[in-house]
């Protein structure tokens, strides 16, 4: 893997006081069966990863795979390296998340890091939707992720930053918090977004993040995704609401990028939820429609 953590991390490496961390890795492979139920192919996990069972509680969305990440260790330590990464096979659709907010704790020296990959195919259909990442007072996280979106397949990925933990009086109390977020079509690189917090910028986050505890990223990637109809939707939700947000297109055309900043991640998981509930009703009828022409198609000898 061909890292690019920038060189600011490298000024908190301490020898004195570094100690050894977990290298935990996801591999998961997901598929959709000749009745177009998903199901993971194939896993790899290594502490402190679990995956848990693929479930099925929507019935609107029967063949709809909910998986669960888990970490036995309740959180990331200094000298964590976590890797996950997510293959999605043609047609299938997929919700992943986490049994819980990402909690980077108070670190001696050097940093932890997480790198997550993920691979959409022709008409897959997948939200990577985690919870929360809650940096810990003198914490230092690295997080690069690479999303490789083909033709005609969704993919949603979220991330949501809290400015610490705030019931315990810390906000913005971290040391560094660096995200790295690219996508990619056919080799093409279709966007890069970096957000580096830091606490020597202190002043200027609590402007950034406009007297709010919770900033949050919706990337929205899709070739044939109805941009002008989701935007006015999210437009017209955040109306009359106590937290910020607004939506723009990606560039190439790639899809849809919504900003949020709010008091509480509840308001953020509700605008989620209400994005990616759209989404999947969009993404239903299209697959309907495609199978009603498919199996209504004759041959004519």
Known sequence: MNSQIPDIFKNYVNKKFKMPGQNGIIQIELQANDDSKTYIKSLLSKA?????????????????????????????????????????????TAKITTQSATKVYKMDGGYASQYINIRSQEKSYLEFVPHQIIPFKSSRFYQEVNLEVEENAVLIYSEIISAGRIASGEKFDFDLCFLRTSAHRNGQMLFTDVMNLSHKDKINLESLFGGKDVFSTIYIIGSSI??????????????????????????????????????????IVDLTEYVTS????????????ESTIHNSSIDIA
């Open 48 to 92: 402190p990863f679990l995956i848990q069972k693929a479930m099925y509680p929507d019935s609107d969305y029967p063949h709809f795979a909910h998986i669960y990440m888990m970490s036995s260790s309740g959180g990331i330590l200094q000298g964590d390296e976590q890797k996950i990464d997510v293959v999605m096979g043609k047609n299938s």
């Open 278 to 289: 759209i989404l999947r009703s969009f993404t239903q009828k299209n697959h309907s429609m």
């Open 226 to 267: 109805p941009v002008e109809m989701i935007t006015d939707k999210i437009n017209l939700a955040v109306q009359n609401t106590s937290f910020l947000a607004s939506c723009s297109t990606l560039p190439h055309n790639s899809g849809i990028i919504v900003r949020m900043l709010a008091d509480s991640v509840s308001e």
